[in-house]
């Protein structure tokens, strides 16, 4: 049996292979025959992305490898790129959320929880739901360092027409957030996505 990418939340699964070409079947949040070998085609293709554009540190392996298979290929390369600009250790923290994930952080800073906000986005409003963004970290010595300079250089040096930077937004400025254009507004894209089509 293949893994479970996203613990016990099969629906969520499902939708994300189906998005990427992998699931023919129903969604009905039931792991069964189709979502075990949705799942295994995703390994695979995964394993021959690897295998094309090269491996990472464990924490940025784990995180590349929630992402949909496109956005895999850009981060890898993203990430290739940035760590040859000699900015520091650059790794990827973070990939794909479920809405149960996001949720989780959206409360972050709200609701009577210790500041600070974290995110704007509830479960289904982030490009994390849909496996199309990415989050780096810059480390020195093991430690996260928060500088705005570094991930600005870590943005100029990685950037390519496909990928969008969060530092460039207008409102909440996200300088850790990467993700893959897809010329869509956020609501069509989890329309997409909860239905099960493509939207990269």
């Not at 990939?95 to 709200?110: D, H, I, M, S, V």
């Not at 210790?114 to 990415?134: E, L, R």
Request: aromatic share 12%; proline share 4%.
């Amino acid at each position: 049996m293949s893994m479970i990418l996203f613990g016990n939340d099969v629906l969520f699964q499902q939708r994300f292979l189906k998005a990427a070409g992998f699931y023919t079947g129903d969604l009905d949040g039931d792991w069964g025959p189709l979502t075990d070998g949705a799942m295994t085609s995703f390994e695979k293709q995964s394993r021959e992305i690897t295998a094309a554009l090269g491996t990472f540190d464990s924490l940025s392996e784990r995180s590349i490898l929630t992402l949909n298979p496109k956005a895999q290929e850009a981060a890898r390369a993203f990430l290739k790129k940035v760590r040859a600009a000699d900015i520091g250790d650059i790794r990827i923290v973070s990939g794909t959320r479920t809405y149960a994930e996001q949720n989780a952080l959206y409360r972050k800073g709200r609701f009577g929880n210790p500041p600070p906000v974290v995110t704007k986005a509830k479960g289904g409003q982030s490009n994390h739901n849909f496996g199309i963004a990415w989050d780096i970290g810059i480390f020195q010595n093991g430690q996260y360092l928060d500088k705005p300079d570094l991930y600005e250089r870590a943005a100029r040096a990685g950037l390519v027409d496909s990928i969008e930077w969060g530092g460039d937004w207008k409102s909440f400025k996200d300088l850790p957030h990467f993700q893959l254009a897809t010329g869509n507004p956020i609501k069509l894209v989890c329309a997409k996505f909860e239905n099960g089509q493509a939207y990269v």
